[in-house]
């Protein structure tokens, strides 16, 4: 009886819940709200995801029970078509420029009323373009037919629509589905984008992510940011755009980034954008010769003819490239039949290709290289178009920018530490002079581990080696939240490092990485406690295990600082430091000007 009387209660709740979602279809009792989805490079809003919420105070607000129940109750597509609808009129944005991410189950795709042009009247009325709108592919259910999928987001792609593939990295089917439907954004699940700047497995992962998007043009957006370090931390990575709270809650009003989190955004791609390489694609810069985009097929030609050695020739309108026409390409269409009667006298914006590779003179080789070789084969080897301001400054072949970049690769190898990849003692000595040589306020500060030698002793070199990696991680990621752009971090060998910082708070740097350090060091001592170490000199130490020491040096500004009292008072302070137990931290001012 206990059975049947429960069974008859759960029977009622499934009739009430079915009937809430009718009721909710019939009166359209959903409404839609907006997240921002901010660029990770200038801090400007790329768009807003629409997200359904249901009736204020009901069971059904939330979007995860609403659209759950309504797929077990067999109203998922006119539900998911209602969103649609939905999220379009209340776009408040629709008169702007940013585009509209819609959310659309995978299982929306077999919906028969899914395909007719629906959409495209409600974005008429609201007077917006197809190319403001990404379909953003969601996993309430996996796609079980991936070539009928393509057949139906083609028809889409061709009105202008884009896709989006959300929650990559959560499983197999979002992989399989950036594989076959070749998205234009990839959404990354906010699973990966916690905490990763301090998880060496979700790190590698998006940097994963980031390579093969850049190869395939595709753009990634990084939700549930919510914490500042997540945000710093994939800026610096190169991850294109961020969602999250910390940037911005679902709302029906316009979002405002606030200035300083847009300062910290432009300061942290700097760093990205100039990591790796010093040399800047203006360093390559050939002249080319130009022609006007009206200027005749035949005046091309003729100058390819007289110059044999000349690869290609840029197109303008007003000193603006607009076009690229490579040699070899000009002549296999002239060679076809009656090529020349045809094309003669033609202009040349007539088959010039009219979406070269145009880049900023102070854009980085790395960065021109990735976008250069991620093109179609057939451009594979076109020249690259360089501008100053916009305007025509000249153009630099691939063999040229592949030789740069295996240049600098190979000096950065020479120098660098092979175990932490960090610059080595050449280049610190060249960046300490030339922050002297620029005579501004800047600190140094040397950093070493203290009971190292007890430590790897008795774990072994490869326990000490990770031990090492991690000093140098802890290091990177405190300049990440407490420098400036530009700040320098060196390796000088064994447990030693350097970072030279023009951070005005050199001291909270400090204890950022003293605070980042003792939090993960215990991690490696696999569960011990330990109650003793001993010193270089065999000497028993009564402390809980390895801790950090750092001397700060800050210079200021005057022209009286030399390499030699930096070192003097670094082996001062570092002195000073082994007297005491337990990470810390002793700063001494020096040049500093009498009155």
């Given amino acids: 009886m206990a059975d049947i009387h429960m069974n008859s209660i759960v029977h009622e709740d499934k009739t009430y819940l079915q009937n809430e979602i009718q009721e909710i279809l019939r009166h359209k009792m959903i409404h839609s709200v907006y997240q921002p989805i901010i660029s990770l490079k200038n801090g400007s809003i790329l768009g807003y995801e629409a997200l359904t919420r249901g009736p204020h105070n009901h069971p059904f607000h939330s979007p995860l029970p609403l659209f759950t129940y309504a797929d077990e109750a067999g109203q998922l597509y006119p539900l998911d078509r209602l969103a649609r609808e939905k999220a379009i009129q209340g776009a408040f944005f629709a008169s702007g420029e ?115 998007t850049q190869k395939l043009n595709i753009e990634i957006i990084a939700e549930g940011i919510e914490h500042l370090d997540e945000l710093l931390y994939l800026t610096r990575m190169g991850v294109h755009y961020g969602q999250g709270y910390l940037l911005g809650r679902p709302s029906v009003e316009k979002a405002v980034v606030g200035p300083d989190l847009i300062d910290h955004i432009v300061q942290q791609r700097k760093i990205h954008d100039t990591a790796g390489s010093t040399w800047s694609i203006g360093d390559l810069i050939n002249p080319i010769r130009t022609f006007d985009c009206k200027a005749l097929i035949s005046e091309v030609a003729n100058y390819f003819k007289t110059h044999v050695d000349a690869p290609g020739a840029v197109i303008v309108s007003k000193d603006v490239p607009v076009g690229l026409m490579m040699r070899e390409r000009l002549f296999q269409q002239l060679a076809g039949q009656y090529g020349f009667s045809l094309f003669w006298n033609r202009t040349i914006d007539q088959v010039m290709d009219a979406q070269p590779l145009i880049v900023d003179q102070h854009m980085p080789v790395e960065t021109v290289s990735q976008l250069a070789t991620s093109r179609d084969i057939h451009n594979l080897y076109d020249l690259v178009i360089i501008t100053n301001e916009g305007k025509m400054a000249g153009a630099s072949s691939i063999r040229a920018i592949l030789e740069c970049i295996t240049n600098a690769r190979m000096e950065s190898a020479k120098v660098a530490s092979p175990l932490t990849g960090l610059p080595g003692n050449i280049q610190i000595h060249r960046e300490l002079n030339k922050r002297l040589m620029e005579k501004k306020r800047f600190s140094v500060i040397y950093a070493d581990l203290d009971y190292f030698k007890w430590f790897n002793d008795r774990y072994g070199f490869q326990k000490g080696d990770q031990l090492i ?52 060091v215990r991690l490696f001592y696999e569960g011990d406690d330990w109650y003793y170490v001993e010193d270089r000199g065999g000497n028993r130490i009564e402390t809980s295990g390895v801790t950090i020491s750092l001397s700060l040096i800050i210079c200021e500004l005057a022209d009286a600082v030399t390499l030699e009292q930096i070192s003097q008072a ?20 020096i040049g500093i000007e009498n009155p």
């Fill in 570 to 589: 670094s082996a001062k302070l570092k002195k000073l430091s082994k007297g005491y137990l337990g990470s810390i931290v002793h700063c001494e001012n």
């Fill in 469 to 520: 990696q991690y000093t140098a991680d802890v290091i990177q990621q405190s300049i990440v939240v407490c420098g400036k752009p530009f700040d320098f971090v060196g390796h000088i060998g064994g447990d030693d490092f350097i970072a030279i910082t023009s951070t005005v708070d050199p001291e909270r740097l400090c204890r950022e990485i003293i605070r980042r350090f003792d939090q993960g």
């Fill in 98 to 212: 940013e585009l509209l991410f819609i959310n659309i189950s995978a299982a929306i795709l077999h919906d028969p009323q899914f395909v007719p042009g629906r959409t495209l009247e409600l974005l008429e009325a609201q007077g917006m373009n197809p190319d403001r709108i990404v379909f953003e592919i969601t996993e309430r259910s996996s796609i079980e037919d991936f070539s009928m999928a393509k057949r139906l987001l083609m028809h889409y792609r061709n009105q202008g629509y884009r896709i989006a593939i959300d929650d990559a990295g959560a499983g197999y089917s979002s992989l399989q589905a950036i594989a076959e439907l070749h998205p234009d954004f990839i959404k990354v699940d906010r699973s990966l984008v916690q905490g990763v700047q301090s998880n060496k497995t979700k790190e590698a992962i998006l940097e994963a992510f980031v390579s093969f």
